[in-house]
């Protein structure tokens, strides 16, 4: 099974990055799980035709005991790819990274990952702060590499940055290591070269090169992935042929 976090800085891509990753393994054949580990719970949403799953915060705010089925707390979208959103407490109320921690305490316990048995898991996490529940596919083993999606800009490459000293503070307990960037295009001044620097002094890989694209924008408005909505633009093929070499690597170890 392939496990992979996708982890940024808020508002770099990184569920624009997750669910295309997502609909191209799943157009590859494979069964896929997508867990958005966002407060805002919107990491699914273009893998569902616009139309957001019911978050599993919310589902234990509106019921006084947890959900039973795992059909409760997901949907399943795009080519069977099964869709969760943990979502969060209220704004300005209790801390939402609680949000990651119940959500997989309940995955755990109904038994989710050898139920429905998935060649992909991926987790989309948000990476400003990585701590406490935001820090769980990190330290819990749920995850065993981190892809982390940066764009040339400075706040994105700080945030890049935190998530992998905290990814590398947890190296010696054998859990997710840190495979390499996803660089979203923001047409900023010298972007790759910036990137490029960064990804060298990491030592990391980019490994793959998004442009900055109107397709995927035409398409998200349709609650679309480009790998469903403009499978030919050239920014769907970069996610495809990531997809494609991650399986690849898979099949090689």
Do not use: W
Not at 154 to 161: E, I
Not at 203 to 221: F, V
Request: proline share 4%.
């Amino acid at each position: 099974m392939i496990k992979l976090a996708i982890y940024g800085k808020g508002g770099i891509g990184k569920s624009t990055c997750t669910s295309n990753l997502a609909a191209a393994f799943a157009h590859l054949g494979k069964k896929v799980i997508q867990i958005g580990c966002d407060p805002k719970a919107d990491s699914t949403i273009n893998l569902l035709e616009g139309t957001p799953a019911l978050p599993v915060m919310n589902y234990l705010a509106e019921n006084d005991e947890e959900p039973t089925d795992i059909e409760e707390i997901s949907k399943i979208g795009y080519k069977g790819i099964l869709c969760i959103e943990t979502g969060g407490p209220t704004p300005g109320l209790g801390c939402a990274g609680r949000g990651i921690i119940s959500t997989f305490s309940i995955l755990e316990d109904l038994n989710v990952f050898k139920k429905f048995a998935p060649d992909v898991v991926l987790y989309d996490v948000l990476g400003d702060v990585v701590c406490g529940g935001f820090a769980a596919p990190i330290r819990e083993g749920y995850a065993d590499e981190v892809i982390i999606v940066t764009s040339g800009e400075k706040m994105a490459l700080y945030a890049a940055g935190n998530i992998y000293n905290a990814v590398k503070n947890f190296e010696d307990r054998s859990y997710a290591k840190v495979k390499g960037l996803i660089l979203n295009r923001r047409n900023v001044e010298d972007e790759y070269k910036k990137v490029k620097a960064f990804a060298d002094e990491k030592e990391l890989e980019i490994l793959a090169d998004i442009p900055r694209s109107k397709e995927i924008t035409l398409c998200e408005d349709k609650g679309k992935t480009v790998i469903e909505g403009a499978f030919d633009s050239e920014s769907a093929q970069c996610f495809y042929n990531l997809a494609k070499r991650i399986l690849k690597e898979k099949e090689n170890e």
